[in-house]
């Protein structure tokens, strides 16, 4: 949704025309593949992991301009949420002549129905070898931007890590990947490597999988848009956390696919809940305090430019009972310029008082434009001192 303070179009002769997003309600047909409708045509490509695991990966690819070159940016999606979630975002780019691929992490959205026979349990890294080859080997790209959403954040902090030579420029909302966990709590190993094994994993995570697939449609609806219910009245009262400070198409969207996934398919919604929650172990497996080779002691080695960003209402970051920090700018933000800027790389850093952890859906306008703008070279902001040792950020001052 590109203001009229937006960059101008460059090359693009056409209007990106995304489909409507939305959920078939009682539908009847293979959900993930029937039932919810993306923005633009989802592809399909069989590729490898690094463990030689074959995995049928969906993707949207697009680009509607001329170039025959154009820049490349693949947006990565959170836990638990699908690619089908970036249309605005998705659009916005189209319409400024970014070609634009979005991947369904494997075991996520529309890379469900075609790996349902290979059991939960695969890594980020797993994760980001299959896209990196769907990338290299399947499309052909050569080198793009990378956005990541939340766990995608830490997808992409981990993936310019690895593959610096495929990254342009990476774009982190609300990301994880940038505090350390420690690997006990309360003496409760969370994050210990023999939680590989599942039924090791199970004995300590089962209770939230179980909670996680009990949730009733009203209760996902609650906690979404920062509602609760009071255990003494019954009524139904503000939350510190959720999903949505505003309601929309997009997070309706996100919210009515949560609903439906209960009834719609067992063994999809099995699958799903499985890697939910799963992923919170995948996510601190790789940022534990004990880890000499954590991604939060690397994050010096990224070279590409970064945009960091959060909003100033976000609810789950820092994660403190896994990691004992307690404010975003002190403990997690500083500490991470300070890092990047000691090895040449100063961050870009943007606070949005008016949004939640999903930046792209609270305020769309605002983010995407300057999603946009990072990516030209354009002033965003005025630039503030984020701390007195001469490390700066950009600050909405709006």
Known sequence: MISALAIAKFNAVETAQPNPVTVIENCKGDFWNECVKYPYPVNYAD?????????????MDEYIGKDTNPEVIVLIHGKGVFGGYYSDLMTDLLNQDYRVI???????????????????????MDTRSVIHNLLTKKINIKKASFLGHSMGGQWVVGYAINYPD????????????????????????????????????????????????????????????????????????????GYFLHKNEQSEYLTKVRQEMITASPQQFDIWTKTYIRDNYSMGREIRKEDARSLVKRIGEIKSPVFITFGGKEPFIPTTVFSD?????????????????ENNNQPVVKIYPDAAHFIHIDIPEKFNNDVLRFLKNNYISDIKNLSTDNTKSIVDTD
């Open 166 to 241: 495929m990254v342009n420029k990476i774009i982190l909302e609300a990301p994880g990947g940038i505090e350390e966990f420690n690997t006990e709590i309360y003496n409760v190993p969370f994050f210990s490597e023999s939680l590989d094994n599942w039924d090791e994993w199970e004995k300590i995570w089962g209770n939230s999988l179980a909670q996680e697939k009990n949730k009733s449609a009203q209760e996902i609806y609650n906690f979404n848009y920062f509602l609760k219910e009071d255990k003494t009245t019954g009524e139904i009262v503000q939350s510190d956390v």
């Open 102 to 124: 979005v991947p369904d992490l494997p075991h996520y959205g529309k890379s469900i129905p075609g790996n349902i026979t290979i059991p939960v349990g695969r890594s980020l």
């Open 47 to 59: 590729i490898k992991d690094e463990d030689g695991v074959l995995w049928n990966i969906a993707f």
């Open 325 to 341: 920090n307690e404010d975003l700018i002190q403990d997690l933000l500083k500490p991470a310029v300070k890092i990047m800027t």
